[in-house]
């Protein structure tokens, strides 16, 4: 699979914003699907990810209640609705694919390939 990101920019602390991953090459249904953000001088870490039937989400401690992950296989695409916005969200967000769908997606980065380019949040007034 191919992954775009779009959506990211410019938001004021406590606003919102819709992060798009358009995928390519393959049919997103096969996979679990994850976002996952990495600020500079820190890990990459797990913000959410989604079954490949969509029936079931996960979401990191920072980000629970503020973000909604989402899919439209039928448009081979995935969402982030992110609110609540804060400063410490600012990093650049990435979409990847969980090929193991065996179990219930996980927030790991090991699973996850076909990483896409990324897209850029800023939260800052």
């Known amino acids: 699979l191919l992954f775009v990101e779009s959506g990211g920019g410019l938001v004021q602390p406590g606003g919102s914003l819709t992060l798009s991953c358009a995928a390519s090459?393959?049919?997103?249904?096969?996979?679990?699907i994850g976002w996952f953000r990495q600020a500079p001088g820190k890990e990459r870490e797990g913000v959410s990810c989604i079954s490949r039937t969509g029936n079931s989400t996960s979401y990191g401690d920072s980000v629970k209640g503020r973000f909604t992950m989402s899919r439209d296989n039928a448009k081979n695409t995935v969402y982030l609705q992110m609110s609540g916005l804060r400063p410490e969200d600012t990093a650049l967000y990435y979409c990847a694919a969980d090929p193991n769908v065996l179990r219930q997606c996980v927030l790991n980065v090991p699973e996850y390939d076909d990483w896409g380019q990324g897209t850029q949040v800023t939260v800052s007034s």
């Open positions: 090459g393959g049919p997103l249904r096969w996979h679990h």
